[in-house]
Structure formats: structure tokens, C-alpha cells
T-cell receptor, first 114, second 111 residues
Framework: DTGVSQDPRHKITKRGQNVTFRCDPI?????LYWYRQTLGQGPEFLTY????????KSRLLSDRFSAERPKGSFSTLEIQRTEQGDSAMYLC????????????FGAGSRLTVL | RKEVEQDPGPFNVPEGATVAFNCTYS??????FFWYRQDCRKEPKLLMS???SGNEDGRFTAQLNRASQYISLLIRDSKLSDSATYLC????????????FGTGTRLQVTL
């Protein structure tokens, strides 16, 4: 296992289109997180999963955003009707679970909305 | 008030210098503290955890002051390869439900 994988690495789309990002966590990690990072800012928490259960969602996650982790392994983050303000780096991270504070991040999926 | 606040910098220091970053957090009940490092256009990576008694890892020393709610990172004998953004990170609940990141402090080490 080589770490957390994210796909695609870059996505350019037109406003109003839907986009989907995929994250494959480290295999033995049962917690998976999505963060968003814009230029000059630190990562902002969006949501996290314990196995297949989505346990917390940030109020940053509007109804245009949906995340799933159907089998407790990989996760997808979908953004519907993209807006220019959605342009950011979407980072996925995983950890071993409760009490394990350290996050291992993937390289991120950079979204540009034109 | 932001949950985690840092001076964004940049801090420009010559090689061999000692540099210190501070960070303040707003939630007095916060349980765990970390410094992550992020290179340009890369993902954040854990640099070190921060313990109440203070801890050291080579040239890096981290301190926590719970009474004043601040965390510090000291880098001694700076190297060119230390140039990066240093993110102060707080876990407000201690259950790893989420980590809260500061905006980061950019360090540029020069010849």
C-alpha cells in the first residue's frame, strides 16, 4: 500500500457541471476525511467517515456536495452545479480510527471552475 | 475569532538561523496539538505532535502553553530544505473526529 490515492489530480470544468473525486485510503485505516484548501489558507474540514458511516459534516458542505463511502473502503466526493467559488484543492486523508489523531493525506484533487 | 491563528509570514531567514513560530487556539478544551509541514503544491505531512511537557525532534522543538492557549515551534540551524509552510493543528475534542488547521506560516530559508 503506497498511501492515500486521489483521482483525478486535476479537474477543469465549466460552471454548472458536476464533478466527482475519488479517494482510496490506506487499507487498514477505517477513518476517512475530506478537507478543502484554497490558496493561502489551511485545510478546512468538510466531512469524515468511520467505515461506511458519515459521522460529521461541516456547514461548509452545502447541499450541492455529497460524499459517500459505500463499502467502507474508497470514498467519492461529488459537487453538483459547480460554482467558481468551488475552485480549490480537495484533500482526502485517512487515519486508524478513534484515538488515532494523525492524518495521512493524499496528494489532493485540484478543481478549477471556469 | 478563528479557532487556530497563525502569523502567515513569510519568515525569511538565512541558513543556520533559529526561527520560532507561534500559534494560538481558542478552544480551551482542546486535547491534541500538532505541527504539520506543507511544501508548495504538496499535501500536508505530520512534522511532530506537541506534548504538554514540550518535545524535541532533532532541530525541531515544540512547546505547548495550555494556560495561554498557544503552541510554538522552534527550528534551529535552519536548512534550505526547511522552506515550507508550517501548519498549526488542533484537535478540539481528542476523539480524532476532525483536526482544525491554522492558515500556516510560510518559511523561506535563504543562502
Amino acid at each position: 500500500d503506497t498511501g492515500v490515492s486521489q483521482d483525478p489530480r486535476h479537474k477543469i470544468t465549466k460552471r454548472g457541471q458536476n464533478v466527482t473525486f475519488r479517494c482510496d485510503p490506506i487499507s487498514e485505516h477505517n477513518r476517512l476525511y475530506w478537507y478543502r484548501q484554497t490558496l493561502g489558507q489551511g485545510p478546512e474540514f468538510l466531512t469524515y467517515f468511520q467505515n461506511e458511516a458519515q459521522l460529521e459534516k461541516s456547514r461548509l458542505l452545502s447541499d450541492r456536495f455529497s460524499a459517500e463511502r459505500p463499502k467502507g473502503s474508497f470514498s467519492t466526493l461529488e459537487i453538483q452545479r459547480t460554482e467558481q467559488g468551488d475552485s480549490a484543492m480537495y484533500l482526502c486523508a485517512s487515519s486508524l480510527g478513534p484515538g488515532a489523531n494523525v492524518l495521512t493525506f493524499g496528494a489532493g484533487s485540484r478543481l478549477t471552475v471556469l | 475569532r478563528k479557532e487556530v491563528e497563525q502569523d502567515p509570514g513569510p519568515f525569511n531567514v538565512p541558513e543556520g538561523a533559529t526561527v520560532a513560530f507561534n500559534c494560538t487556539y481558542s478552544n480551551s478544551a482542546s486535547q491534541s496539538f500538532f505541527w504539520y509541514r506543507q511544501d508548495c503544491r504538496k499535501e500536508p505531512k505530520l512534522l511532530m505532535s506537541v506534548y504538554s511537557s514540550g518535545n524535541e525532534d532533532g532541530r525541531f522543538t515544540a512547546q505547548l502553553n495550555r494556560a495561554s492557549q498557544y503552541i510554538s515551534l522552534l527550528i534551529r540551524d535552519s536548512k534550505l530544505s526547511d522552506s515550507a509552510t508550517y501548519l498549526c493543528v488542533v484537535n478540539p475534542t481528542g476523539t480524532a473526529s476532525k483536526l482544525t488547521f491554522g492558515t500556516g506560516t510560510r518559511l523561506q530559508v535563504t543562502l
